[in-house]
C-alpha cells in the first residue's frame, strides 16, 4: 500500500510559481511511476507528467512543457511538481498519483490507470 499527500498549493500571481510536494510512505519501487494530475471545475481530470520513480524517464503534457519539472528526492520520499510561468488556465486541483508499473505515456496519461491517489491541493492563478 502506498499513501500520497501533496502540499504547497495556493493563489499566485500569473508569470509566478509554486512547488508542489508529494510525500509518499508505503513500499515503493523502480518501476513505479509517480505522476500529477489536475482537475479544473467542471472538467475531467488531467494528466500533466509522470516519472519513473527510478527518475530515468518523465513525459510532460505539451500544456506545461517547458514551465513545470518533476523532480524528487528518494531520501525524503518526495515528488516535487515547480510550476514557473504560471498561467491563469493553470487553475484546478492537482493531484499526485502512483501506480505499480511504468507502461506507455498513452496508458499512463490516463487517470484510471492508476493506483494510488492523494487527496489535492489547490492552485488559484489570478491575472
Known amino acids: 500500500q502506498v499513501q500520497l499527500v501533496e502540499s504547497g498549493g495556493g493563489l499566485v500571481q500569473a508569470g509566478g510559481s509554486l512547488r508542489l510536494s508529494c510525500v509518499t510512505s508505503g513500499r515503493t519501487f523502480s518501476s513505479y511511476a509517480l505522476g500529477w494530475f489536475r482537475q479544473a471545475p467542471g472538467k475531467e481530470r488531467e494528466f500533466v507528467v509522470v516519472s519513473r520513480w527510478s527518475g530515468d524517464s518523465t513525459y510532460y503534457a505539451d500544456s506545461v512543457k517547458g514551465r513545470f519539472t518533476i523532480s524528487r528526492d528518494s531520501a525524503k520520499n518526495t515528488v516535487y511538481l515547480q510550476m514557473n510561468s504560471l498561467k491563469p488556465e493553470d487553475t484546478a486541483v492537482y493531484y499526485c498519483?502512483?501506480?505499480?508499473?511504468?507502461?506507455?505515456?498513452?496508458?499512463?496519461?490516463?487517470?484510471?490507470?492508476?493506483?494510488?491517489w492523494g487527496q489535492g491541493t489547490q492552485v488559484t492563478v489570478s491575472s
Open positions: 498519483a502512483a501506480r505499480r508499473f511504468w507502461a506507455n505515456i498513452a496508458t499512463m496519461s490516463r487517470p484510471d490507470e492508476y493506483d494510488y
